[in-house]
């Protein structure tokens, strides 16, 4: 990409990105910052590096949006792998413990029973590998380390567990769940309730609050828009209202002017 130098531009939005697998979400975020010479860029909802699809990335001013874009609910499609639990939960990390695969997998039935089971409002124990900090200490750093930090249970939601697809070692499904919901202890959790173990195989972000991946672009189609010149990268953003749901009065102060 087109290196810039990075500091304050005119630029002020929020763009719907689709993230490719193997890179952080802070590694798109710096991708853009190179390319847009724009320094103050910000992610709503972090990806994991295995994970892909819809990541909102704010700019400029509006990176101070990234707070409420993250309250929305989010819908995901995921494979849970059964057989296997990993220390991360998903399918990067090393594996911890095996177990038998349960006979009844391969029937969609059971499998509906056993999703049915996880609908609703619930307590959810993060990762060892996550984001959130526990006496100033970041979960994952502390993992990395050796070090087993006791992280408490969340209140989670979820909205919906859709079936895709049933097999003898693997389920396909589409979830929409609140903020602050993990799909990979999700993984973990349905792995334990169907007496096996299980991590996340895939996960692709299809939408985050009113946006949905039909409206991402690829890294590289933000670089063509870049060089193009015009409005460049600015008739990418997303609309505040129509497509974000966010209207003047929810607006920080300081931001009604910019938007």
Not at 224 to 238: C, D, H, M, T
């Amino acid at each position: 990409m087109t290196k810039a130098r990075r500091g304050a531009t005119d630029l002020c939005g929020v763009i719907a990105v689709d993230k490719p697998e193997g890179m952080t979400s802070h590694d798109v975020v710096d991708a853009l910052r190179r390319l847009t010479g724009e320094g103050r860029i910000g992610h709503a909802g972090t990806l994991d590096p295995m994970a892909t699809g819809l990541l909102l990335v704010c700019i400029g001013p509006a990176a101070r949006l990234s707070e409420l874009l993250m309250a929305g609910d989010k819908v995901y499609q995921a494979r849970i792998r059964f057989g296997a639990a990993t220390d991360t939960d998903d399918a990067q990390g090393v594996v911890i413990a095996s177990a038998p695969l349960v006979a009844k997998l391969s029937d969609e039935q059971f499998a509906l029973e056993v999703l049915a089971g996880f609908l609703g409002a619930q307590e959810q124990l993060p990762p060892r590998f996550a984001a959130i900090k526990k006496d100033g200490q970041k979960a994952y750093v502390a993992a990395r380390k050796g070090l087993d930090l006791e992280l408490e249970p969340r209140t989670i939601t979820v909205h919906g567990l859709r079936l895709l697809e049933v097999g003898a070692e693997h389920w396909d499904v589409e979830a929409c769940v609140s903020k602050g919901a993990y799909i990979r202890a999700l993984a973990r959790d349905i792995g334990e309730a169907v007496g096996s173990k299980a991590h996340l195989a895939s996960l692709r972000r299809l939408s985050c609050g009113t946006v949905t991946l039909a409206q991402a672009h690829t890294l590289k189609e933000l670089e063509q828009a870049v060089a193009v010149g015009g409005r460049g990268i600015k008739a990418l953003f997303l609309d505040l209202q129509t497509d974000l749901g966010i209207t003047q009065e929810l607006l920080p102060e300081g931001l009604r002017n910019a938007l």
